[in-house]
């Protein structure tokens, strides 16, 4: 299926790796032009140099978009963007009693508003334009909210919750937001977490790898690929009657049927 979305500009946030990276590859494939963010510049410089061999423009930009120079020089880069891919990591995992309200306020300004100032800054100028697919890539615990990961649980929710109304509004322009809830996927942050189970619980990592993948119905970890193909759809153009909804990709974790 043709996408079609060749020619078109985006923003990708985090694609040196993961999600983000699986999203720029998909969007690539599409004939997007790309203009990519990550903090650490040689692995964003590498995959830039990786999605360029799909014969589109790739910007590459190191910075922190949890600040305001970081946004800034994003959108120096690309100040006009047809789509935009919101996606940082979220906060550290913890307990409760031990979270201060810096750790809050840390949370919120990296996972919502963030996102929200860029957003903000692109939004309006992809209504005038006609076109514009916003995708806040978050996580399954806004449909489910993960123990130890309150932080995150509180900022993403409040993500979701504050462009539900703009989603509506602008999608008389073609302008969609979406959000993207993934699941358990195979990448550097959920290897990560699954090497800090083993050594909490002295096992090895593969006892913890087959103990989160039966947790999973489809009995596996996504991939990246997959993940950014399917974000590819939702910013093509035929997904302009998609908006203000919240996709989960989880290989059938979340229990609910709604």
């Not at 449909?143 to 509180?154: C, D, H, T, Y």
């Not at 593969?206 to 759809?233: L, M, Q």
Request: hydrophobic share 40%; charged share 20%; aromatic share 4%.
């Amino acid at each position: 299926m043709d996408l079609g979305i060749k020619g078109k500009k985006a923003i990708v946030c985090a694609a040196s790796k993961g999600l983000g990276k699986g999203c720029a590859q998909a969007l690539a494939a599409e004939g997007v032009d790309l203009t990519i963010c990550a903090r650490g510049a040689d692995a964003l410089n590498a995959t830039a140099k990786e999605l360029a061999g799909s014969g589109v423009k790739v910007t590459p930009v190191a910075c922190d978009v949890t600040t305001d120079a970081g946004r800034k020089l994003l959108l120096e880069a690309c100040p006009n963007p047809d789509i935009l891919i919101n996606n940082a990591g979220g906060p550290p995992p913890g307990d409760f009693k031990n979270f201060s309200l810096d750790d809050w306020r840390k949370a919120v300004e990296g996972n919502m508003i963030s996102p929200i100032a860029l957003i903000h800054a692109t939004i309006y100028g992809m209504m005038e334009r006609g076109f514009g697919r916003i995708l806040n890539i978050t996580s399954a615990s806004i449909k489910q909210p993960i123990a130890a990961l309150e932080l995150s649980n509180g900022a993403r929710l409040g993500l979701t919750g504050g462009v539900a109304v703009l989603a509506r509004k602008a999608s008389r322009n073609n302008v969609t937001i979406n959000g993207i809830l993934p699941g358990p996927f195979d990448t550097d942050r959920l290897r990560g977490t699954s090497q800090k189970m083993a050594e909490a619980r002295k096992v090895s990592l593969s006892v913890i790898d087959d103990e989160r993948k039966a947790a999973v119905p489809a009995g596996r970890f996504g991939t990246p690929e997959e993940f950014g193909k399917v974000a590819a759809f939702l910013c093509s153009a035929h997904a302009g009657y998609i908006t203000g909804q919240n996709i989960l990709i989880d290989g059938g974790g979340y229990p609910g049927a709604l």
